[in-house]
């Protein structure tokens, strides 16, 4: 049978103690006989060499593990997220990378075909994982926002919450990030457009963010393919959002209130023809 397994790889700056500093990179690729896969997750840095690798199986051997999120915690641990078949799944590793501290799956998401996407921390260390599924508010084949908190300890589920923009939109999550007072964003894309939505820690919408916890924002003009793919958060609070459309690449900034920001390039938006966020 199939599995992926995770693994973590952390990487030493040569002369210096293991750090957390550099961006992550993931990266997938088949080991070993038969299907067996394996994913590694490295952190590097400019002449940097391998520290230490640990493979874990969140699932069991008949299904597939896939990752496709990692951050660090203010300790410098790595946690992962992803699926464990049809579950969302996360690992949190001690420093070192050469032990499990923890880890969660969870196999009661709404919906068919879940896929999680996206992770963050919370400001009291609970892990937020966030991505989509198929009919996970109403069924009408279109794909809902999902965001799970999990017991960083125990792995078990807090707090949940599926989202829909609209009757017939297809809502995918990209990017979560933590905002300073708690609170929770999910980025992504819904009917073509970018995509935001605002939740307390509990995963409660924020209905003073937007519409109702909602915004979305047509980069157009016309019916485009746009897609907000990540999220930085300003020292001020403004929120910066980097995206695909349909000639290129956009960047958005939106207030605290969820309205876009009018003082960036007069209208909160700028777009650039040609290239791509991946």
């Known amino acids: 049978a199939a599995a992926l397994i995770l693994a973590v790889v952390l990487l030493r700056s040569l002369g210096v103690a293991a750090r957390t500093v550099a961006d992550s990179l993931l990266g997938r690729r088949g080991v070993g006989s038969g299907n067996v ?3 590694e997750v ?5 002449a940097g060499q391998v520290l230490s690798t640990l493979a874990t199986d969140v699932g069991s051997l008949a299904r597939t593990d896939t990752g496709t999120a990692v951050v660090f915690d203010s300790l410098g641990r790595a946690v992962l997220s992803g699926n464990a078949g049809n579950a969302f799944a996360f690992v949190r590793y001690n420093t070192a990378g050469t032990s499990v501290l923890s ?9 068919s075909g879940p896929l999680a996407t996206a992770l963050t921390l919370g400001t009291t260390g609970d892990v937020y994982v966030g991505g989509f599924a198929r009919n996970a508010v109403t069924a009408t084949s279109q794909d809902d926002f999902i965001v799970r ?27 979560l990030v933590t905002m300073s007072d708690g609170r929770i964003l999910a980025v992504g894309t819904s009917a073509g457009n970018f995509a935001l939505a605002m939740y307390n820690a509990d995963l409660t919408l924020d209905t003073t ?22 999220v ?3 020292p001020d609070g403004e929120i910066l959002v980097a995206g695909n459309v349909n000639t290129g ?11 876009l920001d009018a003082s960036f390039n007069g209208t909160g938006i700028v777009s650039i023809s040609g290239g791509a966020v991946d």
């Not at 078990?156 to 919450?161: K, P, Q």
């Not at 109702?212 to 990540?230: H, K």
């Open 37 to 39: 896969e394996r994913l």
């Open 42 to 46: 490295r952190r590097l840095f400019s």
């Open 103 to 111: 880890s969660g799956v969870d196999n009661t998401v709404p919906g």
């Open 149 to 175: 908190r999990y017991d960083p300890s125990t792995g078990a589920l807090v707090n949940a919450a599926a989202t829909r923009f609209g009757t017939t939109n297809v809502d995918q999550i990209s990017a």
């Open 209 to 230: 963010f937007g519409t109702l916890g909602q915004t979305t924002t047509n980069i157009g003009p016309g019916i485009t393919a746009d897609s907000g793919i990540a």
């Open 232 to 234: 930085v958060v300003q």
């Open 249 to 259: 690449l956009a960047l958005a900034r939106y207030g605290a209130s969820g309205a």
